[in-house]
């Protein structure tokens, strides 16, 4: 998540983050919005879209939007998903592998016309696991264990971005802003994301985040 293609990340970065996920040999790679920095039509340019193109994963490769691919040409920063060979949920959910699993993919909070959390668990028909994947953390699913949902997974808060002494400027505005949350079984999983605002972060690596998901027993 948070790859901030543009003023915050340009070709190297692209190509390095492309090369990393490759290396894991993932099943399925999620993207957890704010691919797009600022303007889009950086993100056009043939070079960078040459180097998404490369990404591979048996199930696909599944986006959702965050709040800066609102910012200039909404239009153009989910068009260019598919350009580069991902799928785009908004508000919409994907069964990979015939079915074996569930992608909750919604629309990002800053977007009014966005479905209810609980509108889109009735759409679900429910798998082994059922991944929801949201941009931004505003009101995070407290009564997680109260759905057929198995992973939340997040971005948008950067960890802070730095992190002073444990103190991250994330948890001023909420506490869950990184890492891995449990709630009865259920887990809930902040990444620090692959880009940021500005160019350089203290103690708050960059991250993929690896989830292996297991047969239940």
Known sequence: TDLHIGEGGGLEHVRRVVNQLNALKPDVIL???DYIDHDPKYAYQPEIMNEMKRLKARDGIYFVAGN??????TTASFDWVKAVGGTLLLDSIAYPRDGAYSIIGRRDYVDSTRKTLNTLIKELKPRSYNILLEHTPEGLAEDLPNTPLDYALYGHTH????QIFGWRPTSIRQQEDYGLYEQNGRYLYITAGLGGLVPFRLNMPNEIAVITLHVKK
């Open 159 to 162: 960890g802070g971005q730095m």
């Open 68 to 73: 800066h691919e609102y910012r200039v040409d």
């Open 31 to 33: 993207v957890g919005g």
